[in-house]
């Protein structure tokens, strides 16, 4: 429990067991209503937290100051004390169950050596608390900005080493200057006055450094062309390649440079800046696209039309790319990329906007009918815009999206290794270039069109008090869209650095019976493996993750007497949004489960004739082009929290570039030049410890978890505390309150609507970083420790998504709709 609720255990207590009652939001709220917003909603996470269930054993031999034996509850064995097991029973009482708020307690009794720690190094820390001044006042929250590429793969070593040179830039202009490393065909010279040079410029270098103890013979002066160019604390730096006249490319200069940086690259040690910048990348990469909310489609260009063809998908955006599904699992993407919609994006691109889409689902005689209008469409008649979206959000399938569009660039397929040189034999397949068939394939996708599902219960609460009662019938079905007699198939790319599957999984359909609080639904299987399996069913299920369900396979019971597969214990891992697909793993009440028994032996007897499912695609490499390609136009922030001892830090921003408005603000308040300020994100008083709080309850399977912010900057202010104002969406409870934040904050200067998904990350594959890893510790063993103990450290990544676009317009006509009552 954060350290700040403690002082509400008092409330805590009070509402044991008492969160699924009816009357639990009532109570709280009048318990609470004295309190802050912010710990209120806190504390509200915590109460449910505690009441949810608890699977964990507990075994407290050598914890306690007491003698600990067996103690059996619902079939599961537990090694406890006389005082644990006291509390166990007093809890079980408060919850009527096994939950979290049980498992807490008994691991946290008076008599426990840690608890007994705690509290004595409470003491100590109390007194020197009181010497200490809490500070208040900061206002530099600092965060480094990583790129994803490109990854400059260079031809040659290159040796950190600094000798005197001379640089001729023309017979009356010679320059003195020093090197910054060599390699056999390059050199990075520093200058401490900046000078009137630029990029192709031919240039004449003399390396009086080495003269002193080498002889070159009759030709001691080279020519360098400046390849690059950059100015770094008031000193010039100036990248240069060496040009070689006809038939000179093995003159004696070349060859003394091979044997000089061979023999002391040790000594002087191998500049690794590019090998570094682009590890730290890679593994970043690792943490942030298997987790990204927004789902990238690739469109083909077929006779002049522009098709949806492959949409990247991961386990945070899988909702969003089944809501663009109907009950035939037919893909409906082309409602959402409609051609004349794909125009209107193609024209936004070029003032680099975007659109947004507002859609529901209609339902008769069990067929699905989608409707989507975007704001482009909607403007030309402001009423019936308010009118439609209102409607719209009365649905519970109501969906605001966001689009942008992008062109796809084929040279950013392929991202390389920065080792060509020096690569191990056994990894040099990292290397190996896209396929001709992958380049076809790629040429034939001119766009890829990233779709961000936006929608919220606030929002759409809001949107839902919009009057659309005399709402233009005909107009409204304009907006529909007609069912597709043939599947347009979308295909499913999976992203994924990690195979998280423990098992192989078979595709294989079967009739299934599903069943929970006496209520069935009839589906089919999708897949199966021998832990668990995917059903899809012919109607909505009001499950959630979690629930336990009892399975009946009537068609494979036909071909086994050995097993009873009926009523078997299954429990709930996902749901779509739509409540038709889900997911489930065995739920083991004992050691052995009958559906996993029968699942292993069918396998066993069959894997020759069943198809495995996988992240394949007709296209051998085409998947991980598709990710580069994507990977280098990703232009949503994203932070990265690492831990940090027993905390959190959140000190690393992985962005492109600037495209994002809020990243390029978050600079200008930094003060520190290659640093932003997340003062914006970091100052609210509760922003630390809601972050935290959320995240220590995360798993990597888990959904995101979402919140919005709303930030008022004004630039003119040089006090970053008095130029940014953060609220969070629950401070703002009304839609007066919201709207009046955003008009003062038009008023005072910049607007900021943010969206955040906080999302756990899963493992690194450090197959993909080992080599260049290794390359690293090599030559300097310390950076390569700490750039692992980096990668190691991260344990979550927020998406920042900039909703400023909704936020305005939602503005817009929340202003007109009152105007008009």
Not at 112 to 134: C, G, H, L, P
Not at 221 to 228: E, K, L
Not at 337 to 353: D, F, H, N, P, S
Not at 481 to 509: C, D, M, P, T, W
Request: charged residues 25%.
């Amino acid at each position: 429990m954060s350290k700040d609720l403690t002082k509400y255990n008092r409330i805590i207590d009070q509402f044991r067991g008492q969160v699924f009652k009816a009357d639990f939001e009532t109570k709280y709220n009048a318990a609470t209503k004295h309190l802050p917003t912010s710990d209120r909603f806190l504390l509200k996470m915590e109460v449910k937290r505690l009441a949810q269930p608890c699977t964990r054993l507990v075994d407290l031999r050598g914890l306690v100051d007491g003698e600990c034996k067996m103690f059996e509850y619902d079939g599961k064995t537990h090694f406890l004390d006389d005082v644990a097991i006291q509390t166990f029973k007093e809890s079980i009482a408060s919850y009527g169950s096994y939950t979290f708020g049980v498992y807490e307690a008994v691991k946290n009794t008076d008599n426990n050596f840690r608890v007994i720690y705690q509290r004595e190094k409470a003491k100590v820390d109390s007194a020197q608390a009181q010497d200490q001044e809490r500070i208040l006042d900061k206002t530099q929250y600092p965060a480094e900005v990583v790129t994803l590429g490109p990854y400059f793969n260079r031809k040659e070593e290159r040796m950190n080493f600094a000798i005197p040179v001379k640089v001729e830039v023309n017979a009356n202009d010679i320059l003195l200057a020093t090197t910054s490393d060599m390699s056999v065909d390059g050199v990075k010279v520093r200058m401490t006055d900046e000078q009137t040079l630029k990029v192709g410029q031919t240039l004449t270098i003399q390396f009086v450094g080495l003269e002193q103890e080498f002889q070159f013979g009759k030709e001691n002066a080279f020519d360098y062309v400046i390849r690059n160019m950059q100015v770094v604390d008031k000193v010039q730096l100036v990248g240069m390649e060496r040009v070689y006249k006809k038939g000179q490319d093995k003159d004696g200069f070349k060859q003394f440079l091979k044997g000089f940086i061979q023999g002391n690259k040790r000594r002087y040690k191998i500049n690794l800046d590019n090998t570094i910048t682009a590890i730290k990348a890679r593994s970043y990469q690792q943490f942030v696209l298997p987790k990204i909310n927004e789902l990238p489609i690739f469109v083909r260009s077929v006779d002049g039309k522009y098709r949806p063809a492959y949409a990247l998908t991961g386990h945070n955006n899988q909702a969003l790319y089944q809501y663009w599904q109907d009950e035939r699992q037919f893909s409906t993407i082309d409602c959402l990329l409609t051609q004349e919609r794909i125009a209107r994006l193609r024209m936004a691109k070029k003032i680099g906007q975007s659109l947004l889409v507002y859609s529901f689902i209609h339902e008769s005689n069990g067929q699905q009918f989608f409707y989507t209008a975007d704001n482009k469409q909607l403007e030309q008649d402001k009423a019936f815009m308010r009118k439609f979206i209102g409607f719209a959000a009365s649905k519970e399938s109501f969906a605001i999206t966001e689009i942008k569009l992008f062109d796809v660039d084929r040279d950013k397929a392929h991202a390389s290794l920065t080792l060509s040189n020096s690569l191990a034999t056994k990894d040099q397949y990292l290397m190996d270039p896209p396929s001709d068939d992958v380049y076809n394939e790629v040429d034939n996708l001119p766009y890829c069109i990233v779709a961000h599902d936006l929608t919220c219960l606030s929002l759409q609460e809001e949107y839902k008090r919009y009057n659309y009662k005399d709402i233009d019938k005909k107009m409204l079905k304009g907006f529909g869209h007609k069912r597709s007699a043939e599947n347009q198939r979308v295909e499913s790319v999976g992203i994924s650095f990690l195979n998280q599957r423990s098992e192989s999984r078979f595709k294989y359909q079967t009739p299934a019976t599903v069943e929970a609080g006496g209520v069935k639904w009839q589906g089919k299987s999708e897949d199966f493996s021998m832990s668990g399996l995917k059903i899809i069913l012919d109607r909505e299920a009001m499950l959630k993750r979690g629930d336990v369900v009892k399975l009946t396979f009537p068609k494979l019971q036909k071909i086994t007497k050995a097993f009873n597969l009926s009523e078997l214990p299954y429990e709930v891992v996902r749901i779509n949004k739509k409540k038709n697909i889900i997911n489930l793993k065995v739920y083991v009440e004992q050691h052995q489960h009958i559906g996993r028994s029968f699942f292993k032996l069918l396998i066993s007897k069959n894997r020759d004739k069943l198809e495995v499912d996988e992240y394949a695609l007709t296209i051998p490499g085409l998947s991980k082009a598709l990710l580069n390609i994507y990977s280098s136009a990703l232009d949503i922030p994203q932070l990265l929290v690492q831990t940090s001892g027993s905390r959190y830090k959140t000190e690393l921003v992985v962005a492109n570039h600037d495209s994002s408005n809020f990243v390029s603000v978050c600079r200008t308040l930094s003060d520190q030049r290659r640093r932003i300020n997340l003062f914006p994100l970091l100052s609210h008083h509760n922003a630390i410890e809601m972050l935290t709080a959320a995240l220590k309850r995360l798993q990597s399977t888990d959904l995101p978890v979402h919140g919005i912010l709303y930030v008022s900057i004004d630039t003119s202010i040089k006090s970053v505390e008095k130029a940014v104002i953060t609220k969070f969406d629950i401070e703002l409870s009304s839609d007066k309150l919201r709207h009046m934040f955003i008009a003062t904050a038009l008023k005072r200067g910049q607007l900021f609507c943010l969206q955040t998904k906080l999302s756990r990350v899963d493992r690194p594959n450090m197959d993909f970083l080992n080599p260049e890893l290794s390359y690293i510790g090599s030559y300097a063993i310390h950076r390569g420790k700490q750039l692992e103990q980096d990668i190691w450290s991260v344990a979550g990544v927020v998406e920042l998504f900039d909703i400023t676009k909704e936020a305005l317009l939602r503005h817009q006509m929340y202003i007109a709709e009152q105007a008009s009552q």
